[in-house]
């Protein structure tokens, strides 16, 4: 009794501690001298979390701000909570203003709304808590309190369901939770309180820095209490990762292993029958495959119908939403679904088909720790092949794209839902061959400074892609527009002769070729002295293919890992007829350059009265780290400085 007494008057303390006179708080706080790159401060963050032994949540959070500047004011003048009523709910407790001048208002619950959150392609049902604070002033506080239950995902909702059953997360009996530790203005004090029933075990950790942890271990649950002060914004870096790979953050689960998840992942698509055939799907699938000829093509026609003719939209089924996957009848039905019913619709006509497919989870954009909380956000499709190799298909990545999976998910990691388990995968570096980009140019400069000539393209892979964008992101009206458009970035007065090019829309017909002949009057400067001029193919043509080149190279080394869209390679090549010359006065020259990252070689050559123009760029991956930012740099400085340095002849 006296060690229960005793665990009790601790957790009063602890609770008290962080419940300190909120006028004080805010006065004490600083002021925008203290903090001059601030609009408002974060006094105090305070999330207290009660765990059930069926793994809902009972969360109650407590924020206090203050405002330093005009432009803080507006920001703060309301706020808002994000919650879906299919499986959590939220609750404004009250909020109070404590206004500098020493006058504490609390605001009526008319102030406190509740509406639709705007909605563009996913329309699940999602709702907006918003308080209207109105106008505030610098020295002004805010404390806002709220009650909070549930989880993020919806899945498998029935109206039927009593009191708080629909707020049970999916894998019943477990908790997880993600907690970010940055903020785009300081942060005074972050407090995270988990109370865990001793009869669960939890795994954590803290990423990207360090945090103070208090324990202690009541009669029938445990406390976890991680407090982190003074924490200031992070600085970005141009073409960093996302935030969630560096910024400080906690991660916390009760679930054993990645391959409990990937059980249940798999289970629960399974039970709910998201794969089931119809004779509808057995007839599509058959036509499909008429003229299929081998295990590769039969995959790639199924898996790019379904990327070119199920629509991206999400419309809320209620039953089903979350980590079920909707069933193939409803999807092939309704032709549209998000990520995951896409890959369920694949999976479906693959089952049709005779082949062995199971769906994964993934993270676009962002690493997922080695802690098997939910860190997902986007659902692809695997497939077993006959030698027993597991296949990446994404039907949401790929539509009039000639991967079989998007090349710009590569290093990203992934969970398979199957039958046997699975642990946390990557997927591979796609090689720069996969991706090239190839421009070819049969130029002539005249007396007159007019550059006439032609160009091809080939491109393959994503690169393929971007070109391919031109015309798909077009009307087909507009098509040939488009491309002049594109052309005309390197000179507004390039006359387009003939121009021609592969369909948009027979990505899997073959990759893209693209084929123009063309005039630009003065493009060079010719003298009786000199002919001054860049050869058109190493003026970043086609620049929406090369990513590389828009990277901001003003930064000598970077904090932080940097990304690239994908790993590409580009070769340029262009022979330029010239008038007489006698020789060169200058020409741009750049010694090789290989590294982890990239590589460059590059020369001109003469030869009579021409000039040839050889260039090959390498960029070997899509996600890079600090130390190798001098490698990448390098390589894309030597790229342009063949385009903004000129060729200078004397005659």
Request: proline letters at 5%; glycine letters at 6%; hydrophobic letters at 35%.
């Amino acid at each position: 009794m006296k060690k229960l007494i005793f665990s009790l008057l601790t957790l009063v303390i602890i609770q008290l501690n962080c419940f300190a006179d909120p006028a004080e708080l805010i006065k004490n706080a600083g002021t925008s001298k203290d903090y001059p790159n601030a609009n408002y401060l974060v006094v105090l963050d305070e999330t207290s979390v009660d765990v059930q032994e069926t793994g809902l949540s009972y969360n109650t959070i407590h924020k206090i701000y203050k405002v330093l500047t005009a432009d803080g004011a507006k920001q703060l003048n309301h706020l808002t909570f994000d919650y879906d009523p299919l499986s959590a709910f939220i609750e404004i407790k009250e909020l109070t203003i404590y206004r500098k001048n020493g006058v504490v208002e609390k605001l009526d619950e008319e102030k406190f709304y509740d509406y639709p959150a705007p909605a563009r392609m996913i329309y699940w049902g999602a709702r907006k808590k918003m308080v209207d604070i109105g106008k505030l002033e610098p020295g002004d506080g805010i404390e806002v309190k709220l009650f909070k239950k549930g989880f993020t995902y919806a899945l498998l909702y029935d109206t039927s369901q009593p009191d708080d059953s629909k707020y049970i997360p999916p894998m019943r009996g477990q908790f997880y939770d993600i907690i970010e530790y940055w903020y785009d203005q300081p942060v005074l004090n972050k407090i995270y309180e988990i109370k865990l029933p001793n009869t669960k075990e939890l795994h954590y950790k803290f990423f990207h820095g360090d945090v103070k942890l208090d324990t202690k271990k009541m009669a029938d649950k445990t406390i976890y209490r991680f407090t982190k002060k003074d924490m200031m914004p992070l600085e970005s870096e141009p073409e960093m990762v996302g935030l969630s790979d560096v910024a400080p953050k906690l991660l916390l689960t009760t679930t054993a292993d990645w391959e409990a998840k990937s059980l249940w992942f798999h289970g629960v698509n399974e039970d709910f029958g998201s794969f089931e055939s119809t004779p509808e799907i057995d007839k599509k699938v058959a036509e499909i495959l008429v003229g299929a000829k081998n295990e590769m093509d039969s995959i790639s026609r199924l898996n790019h119908w379904v990327a070119d003719n199920i629509r991206y939209s999400g419309i809320s089924m209620g039953e089903g939403e979350g980590y079920t996957l909707h069933t193939g009848d409803m999807t092939f039905t309704d032709r549209c679904g998000v990520c995951k019913d896409k890959a369920g619709m694949v999976i479906a006509f693959l089952r049709a088909a005779g082949f062995e497919s199971y769906p994964a989870m993934t993270m676009a954009g962002s690493r997922i720790e080695d802690i098997p909380a939910d860190q997902f956000n986007h659902s692809v499709t695997i497939v077993k092949l006959r030698n027993g190799q597991y296949k990446i298909l994404d039907p949401t990545w790929i539509p009039f794209v000639r991967e079989e999976w998007s090349s710009l998910e590569q290093q990203q990691n992934y969970l398979m839902g199957i039958p046997e388990g699975a642990d946390l995968m990557i997927t591979p570096i796609s090689a720069p061959e996969n991706h090239p980009l190839k421009i070819t140019g049969n130029t002539n400069i005249l007396e007159n400074g007019t550059l006439e000539g032609n160009i091809t393209v080939f491109a393959e892979g994503q690169s393929d892609a971007s070109l391919r964008g031109i015309f798909t992101r077009n009307l087909k009206s507009k098509w040939d527009q488009s491309l002049e458009n594109e052309l005309r970035l390197i000179s507004e007065d390039m006359e387009i002769i003939e121009m021609t090019y592969s369909d948009p829309y027979g990505h899997m017909e073959g990759p893209m070729n693209i084929s123009v002949k063309f005039r630009i009057p003065d493009y060079a400067i010719v003298t009786d002295q000199e002919i001054i001029f860049t050869p058109i193919v190493a003026s970043n043509i086609f620049i929406r293919a090369q990513a590389h080149l828009s990277a901001n190279v003003d930064s000598v080394e970077k904090t932080y890992p940097f990304k690239d869209r994908c790993s590409r390679l580009v070769e340029l090549n262009e022979t330029i007829t010239l008038p007489a010359f006698a020789g060169a006065s200058y020409i741009p020259e750049e010694n090789d350059i290989d590294g982890s990252a990239a590589s460059f070689s590059g020369n001109y050559k003469i030869k009579n009265n021409q000039i040839l123009l050889s260039e090959k760029i390498i960029i070997k991956k899509r996600l890079f780290e600090p130390d190798e930012w001098t490698n990448y740099r390098s390589v894309v400085k030597a790229q342009q400085k063949f385009a903004n340095e000129k060729i200078i002849l004397s005659r």
